[in-house]
């Protein structure tokens, strides 16, 4: 086996990995820095994201205000140490992104524009159009070209992190175009892979987005945080689940029901206005609008389509000028995917898994328990999103959390030792074990995309909007089978070049362990909080649950779940108050 | 009659392949099922070892451009029923680019090529972040936008003969994000890259056949971009021609 | 940023070759072939324009002989045919003018017609002036 060495090594190159890279470049130019990517970067999932990243940026808005914004959204269960740090580096990462060519949308003086979004008390969300992602990322990617200490790989997907001596000391990976299995040591590791919306059905996310980083990172004995917090968006369009962006209430739609009534206004959300206002209706936190449409929908207030239920959102009132300057893409994605302009019709839409709040457990500075391990961006729970994001804080995480791992990598890396001799051992035993139970294996008899849909179907109906006791233990048994029969699976492929079927099959084994984290973590929260909503127990219960969920993976494949306590600085917890101007003053009234 | 549409999708294995041969698949025709969708059903039910690329499936992340009936195209944007039930859709990797496996191309030139035109914000100066932003007003930033756009999904290049004819030429996308930076108000590299690219295999390459723009799901518009940046270099070379050490410092002296 | 080469493993990649034919693949690759093997007629043009502009200076002889040249039949099928091929360069050239230089009134781009359509309409006032000039003395 052929061995390659590096000081910092990325796992994955998205908005997190490709700033943690430029950071550590930056910090030490004299370090060899590994972007090890499964997809070129500029295909990574950033690309998607649509409507803005949050920082204050105007003298109306302070910090205090956006840190509150983010711990009330988030339903008390942010680390507020970590706010306080992300709201305060917020404004400097997306400033940096601008000197490096991000186009910005502008005012007509040349300053940066911001705009309104979901949960947020002020305008503070910069924004590309509605392509924030798409070019951020290729902002990042092509900056990133400069700097000669980064070394790409380019399509090798990673199987296993090599650990020993209580560090960890590099990768395994697949070269995915040549079929070899290599060994690259790392003195620092930096986890950036993203999230794992495909466990679910229906979903914004892409295909890549599997949960590789927690898996990995949980099979190397390091705990997962907060796994039952997972974000549904309210507006997907049906079958496809591509997401229309918040950005589109931001400007002003309205979300309706078959009758054409703004029904947001029954849910504790604020009396409908015919301007946006902030905090308010529309824009409400996405947990609250879709639990919304979950109780529309049991009233009979939804319209039924061939995929689901839906209801509507109307931008016709916009006009066809502003949604052309501000949602382009809007436009276009209903053009192209739905036959619709909504510059004169209705867009149907639904609540569609989008985000996960949790994931690795990191401090302020990505690191892991783990020596040398990191991670940032939806990988990580650092934690700033709690119990559910806001809309626009995502991309900034990236940015922020990412440049964090990777100046603490840097740091870390200096001192170390390079990787020794039992790591190579390690990774000729995962050579052994991809071969074995993949590559020459015979006899199997799952496909793939059968115990894919199973899981899908599974959590779908286990860990979706509404939880319980009953259907999380149906879900948790139904994966545990679904593990066992994962160990029949049977290959077509058995190629060496460019094996798509072989990463499938390992991807769905990533998502098999982090479904089971779900499902474990919310069979155990025994409370309702922002994403997490057990019909069984529906009130918030700090006494017990303002404490993060803590979940590891046993040696036997069984999951143990512990809990850390919720870090308060200055904000106690409150009621979430939505649509009403007094109660979150008094909230930051006690903050100070 | 039963609701059937027929692929006939490239194949290479290279471990035993000498070359490409098509094999044929039958699909449900479903009105709301794009050709990506197509592909998945058959390795999801009929043949796990087709090989291709996807992933957003949103028309954004540039991965999953192939040849369908010949035409370069983003195939999570192509819906089966603009070719109709019962139709024969033929999907082939993108044209010029070496095939890997099946469906999928090597990437590793393009990168390259994308690199060699320095796509990113060249500064003679750095002010420190403390001053702000570089002021931007949208009309500045409009004249770029357009060039901003591209998603490196090389749907351009399989459309452009002279990649394929020439293939050390940069290509269009490449060359339009050099565009995209030299016409961003903030950018100062313009006159590097303009040394970097006005040669035979850079913007002289380009002999306008207009197929990039035509092809671009993104309206990029390259071919514009390289018409404009072809015209930029002329008037640079006239100014050279006309003042022979001619900066525009020294173009204000008089000379007798 | 430099990138790992697998070269020592990568797989046989497949090469297709360019098909000597690949500009009948579609009708636009031909009307690209066409334009590039036709800028000989504009060449020509060049050339007639010139012998044109010689005789002329050198006096009335010389340019009854040149006019008396070009009436020859295979000499006049030669100039039509130029002449058609010099309209397809002209609309090309006229097309390409609003891209190659985009024109912005108040921040916005000017629509690529309104840029194009002053290049044909200076050009049909020009070629009407020269067709009355010249119809009117013969």
Redesign the interface.
Known sequence: MEI?SHDILLVGGGGAGLRAAIAAAEVNPKLSI?VVSK??P????T??AEGGAAGVAKPDDSLDEHAYDTISGGDWMCDQDAVEAFVKEAP?EL??L????C??????????AVRAFGGMKKKRTWFAAD?TG??ML?TLF???????P?????EWFVTKLLVDDGRVQGVVAI?V????IQAITAKAVIVCTGGCGRIFPFTTN???KNGDGMALVQRAGTPLKDMEFLQYHPTGLP??G??ITEAARAEGGYMINKDGYRYLQDYNLGTPQAKPVLRSMELGPRDRLSQAFVKEDQKGRTVKTEYGSVVHLDLRHLGEKLINAKLP?VR??CM??ENIDPVNELIPVRPVVHYMMGGVSTDINGATSLGGLFAAGEVACVSINGANRLGSNSLTECLVFGARAGRAAAEFAVGQKMPNGRVLAQATDEQKRLEQQYLHKSGGQE???TLRDEMQKAVESGAGIYREQSTLSQAGNKLRELQERYANIS???H???????LT?ALELGYMLDVAQSIVECALHRTESRGAHQRTDFPERDDQRFLAHSLVRRNSDGSLKVDYLPVKITRWPPGERVYGQEEKPKDGIKQAG | MAEKIVLEIARYAPEKDEKPSFQSFEVPFRKEWVVLDALNHIKDKVDGSLTYRWSCRMGVCGSCGMMVNGEPKLTCATFLSSYGNGATVRVEPLRYFPVIRDLVTALSDFLVKLQSVKPWLIRKDEPPLSAGEFLQTPEQLDIYKQFSMCINCTLCYAACPVVGLEPTFVGPAALALAQRYNMDNRDQGAEERLGLLAHPEGIWGCTFVGECTRVCPKHVDPAGAIQQYKLKAALEWVKGFILPRGSEDQSKEVRP | MSVQPSTEFHPRWYRAPVSTYWWMGSWRYSLFILRELTSVAVAWSVVVTLLLLRSLLKGPDAYAHFTHRMQAPWMLALNIIAFCFLLLHTITWFNLAPRAMPVRVGGKRVPEFLVAAPNYVLWVVASAAIAWFVLRKS
Not at chain 1, 42 to 45: A, T, V, Y
Not at chain 1, 150 to 154: E, L, M, V, W
Request: hydrophobic letters at 30%.
């Open positions: 390659r590994a997809v070129y500029m295909r990574s999932h690309v998607s400097q400033l940096r601008e000197r490096w060519g186009p910005w949308n502008r005012e007509p003086d040349g300053h940066i392509k798409f070019h290729h092509q900056t990133s070209l400069k700097y000669q980064i070394t790409r790989y380019d070269d175009m040549s079929g070899k892409a295909n890549i079958f496809t591509i997401l893409f276009e994605l192209k995917y496909r793939i995309a290959l077509d492929d190629s060496q070049t460019f094996n798509t079927e499938s």
